[in-house]
């Protein structure tokens, strides 16, 4: 099977903004996707990831229903829909909650309170809600082309999947997910998740930036800083710089390459403060051991890692694919795209859609990493 490549034409910033776009980019996707099987395209897991997309702590509170006072699964699903029992603005809609942890007749840390005694079961959750047009765009365009969506997830988290190890989630860890046109962020400690978000802002604005601050195409300002882009300004040589004809045939003249650097700084500087931001609000700002872990296209930019150090006030990594141990390792294809932090949140979508179909517990289910990997291999 061939390889295939799908420009993301037709979204901006996570949301549709061209139905007619991303229905071609769609369209051809499935029609490849059914070669490989037809049942695929009516079990799609989805990440929102859209600017407006709005994090919620909650509690739910319900008594056990029966006498016996055993505690089944339909109490926890009543829990949990007691907890999404929150104020939504206009036109928004619930797309995902997240459970942090259980409460027995007010004690608390329980996991999984299926089998226990108790007369009261609370839960305290974070209810993910988005813009309603947006979702319903989503869906639209993905059953126009016959799949069907089994599960949203929120962006971060899927990042957090593929990139966190059950030992960092632990200790105290925070992924960041540099998108182009969107920042996400899951903070984790003592295994739970403490907080999420999305910023509208992304390695897009940096482009944005570049094109505006020296004048030039947008075209020319992305090349620019993926080939001379640096995140720490007093790293690069202030008497460095780019001849602008590599890049324009008839421009005349050199860019100092410490400009931009000192461009790219301040957008990404600008963009840690609303993640540190957020942090102060959980009670983390600068005190999560596990540090900082940078995922996306975004991370790819050199020193982005020791910039984040200098702003977040934690150790901070380049986020890779945290655990391969499920994973047949023997395609170099899989081997490349697990040194590229840009596919971890797709290979986090995949590990959470194998997790719920419970492909690891059933032999008659292969799952075979190496066949769906290649949707998104260029």
């Not at 604005?205 to 075209?219: C, E, F, R, S």
């Not at 860019?255 to 931001?277: P, Y």
Request: negative net charge.
């Amino acid at each position: 099977m061939k390889a295939l490549k799908e420009t993301s034409s037709g979204l901006r910033r996570g949301a549709i903004t061209d139905t007619g776009e991303i229905m071609q980019a769609l369209s051809r996707i499935f029609a490849e996707l059914k070669d490989v099987s037809r049942s695929a395209t009516k079990n799609i897991y989805v990440n929102i990831g859209t600017a407006q997309a709005n994090a919620q702590h909650s509690r739910g509170i319900v008594a056990v229903s029966r006498a016996e006072s055993e505690i089944y699964s339909d109490d926890v699903d009543r829990v949990i829909r007691a907890s999404q029992a929150i104020s939504l603005g206009s036109n928004r809609i619930i797309v995902d909650t997240i459970t942090k942890e259980f409460m027995v007749d007010g004690v608390g840390e329980i996991a999984d309170p299926v089998g226990l005694g108790g007369g009261r079961l609370e839960v305290a959750t974070i209810v993910i809600d988005a813009f309603e047009p947006h979702i319903k765009s989503l869906f639209k365009v993905m059953n126009l082309n016959g799949g069907v969506i089994k599960k949203t997830i929120f962006d971060p988290l899927a990042s957090a999947r593929a990139a966190l190890s059950k030992a960092q989630k632990n200790l105290g860890t925070v992924v960041i997910d540099l998108g182009y046109g969107t920042t996400s962020m899951a903070a984790f400690e003592d295994g739970r998740l403490l907080g999420t978000a999305v910023f509208p802002v992304g390695a897009g604005n940096v482009t944005n930036d570049i094109a505006m601050g020296l004048k030039i195409p947008v075209d020319v300002a992305e090349k620019l800083k993926l080939q001379y882009g640096y995140a720490v300004s007093r790293e690069v040589g202030a008497r460095e710089s780019i001849e602008l004809k590599q890049f324009i045939p008839d421009a005349k003249g050199n860019i100092s390459r410490r400009l931009l650097a000192e461009i790219i700084e301040a957008r990404l500087a600008e963009t840690f403060e609303f993640i540190n931001s957020e942090l102060r609000i959980l009670g983390k700002s600068g005190q999560l051991p596990g540090g900082v872990v940078l995922v996306g296209g975004g991370a790819k930019l050199p020193g982005v890692a020791e910039l984040a150090t200098n702003e977040l006030k934690l150790t901070s990594q380049i986020g890779l694919l945290a655990d391969r141990s499920d994973w047949d390792e023997s395609s170099p294809e899989f081997e490349r795209i697990c040194e590229d932090p840009e596919y971890v949140n797709v290979l986090g979508l995949g590990l959470w859609g194998a997790e719920e179909e419970g492909w690891g517990q059933s032999r008659s289910f292969d799952f075979n990493p190496k066949k769906w990997l290649r949707y998104f291999i260029p």
